[in-house]
């Protein structure tokens, strides 16, 4: 009995580790770090959405580079549904219609995380920060390294 309880226990670390690491290496991605191995699935679509609103293309705008969490329940641990992918895809439309008359541009749209890595202008930042359909909204930096 005390393996059985071993074993469920070292899934769910494995199952986190590979959570965690799904979600730095996409983070990594969007600030255009990733390498050539990257997924091409989420590289491709993230090239093909890469869209800029007709205030964005003023250029006197200041625009801020952010990561967007969206307000989308999803369980990555077991694989994600057909339902959370559509959920992500669809919250994804919403904040882009949010935007709609800011200067926004969309530097990548993540398949498999409900997030977007996007540049606002200072209307667009307050817009994401005060609406129900995003859970945070973070700099797009990349941390130095620790240790």
């Not at 007709?54 to 999803?74: F, N, S, T």
């Not at 969309?106 to 995380?113: A, D, K, P």
Request: hydrophobic share 40%; net charge negative.
């Amino acid at each position: 009995m005390v393996t059985a309880r071993h074993s469920g226990s070292h899934q769910h670390i494995v199952k986190t580790i590979i959570a965690f690491t799904v979600t730095a290496v996409l983070t990594l991605a969007a600030c255009g770090e990733a390498d050539e191995g990257s997924d091409a699935t989420v590289t491709s679509r993230a090239q093909s959405a890469s869209t800029t609103s007709p205030a964005a293309e003023d250029g006197d705008e200041r625009m801020a580079e952010v990561i967007v969490d969206l307000a989308v329940a999803w369980n990555p641990e077991d694989g994600l549904s057909d339902e959370e992918l559509a959920d992500i895809a669809g919250a994804q439309q919403d904040v882009l219609h949010l935007l709609e008359g800011t200067s926004f541009s969309v530097i990548r749209l993540y398949e498999f995380t409900p997030q977007m890595a996007l540049a606002v202008d200072d209307e667009g930042l307050k817009r994401l920060e005060t609406s129900d359909l995003v859970a945070s909204v973070a700099p797009n930096v990349l941390d130095p390294p620790t240790g």
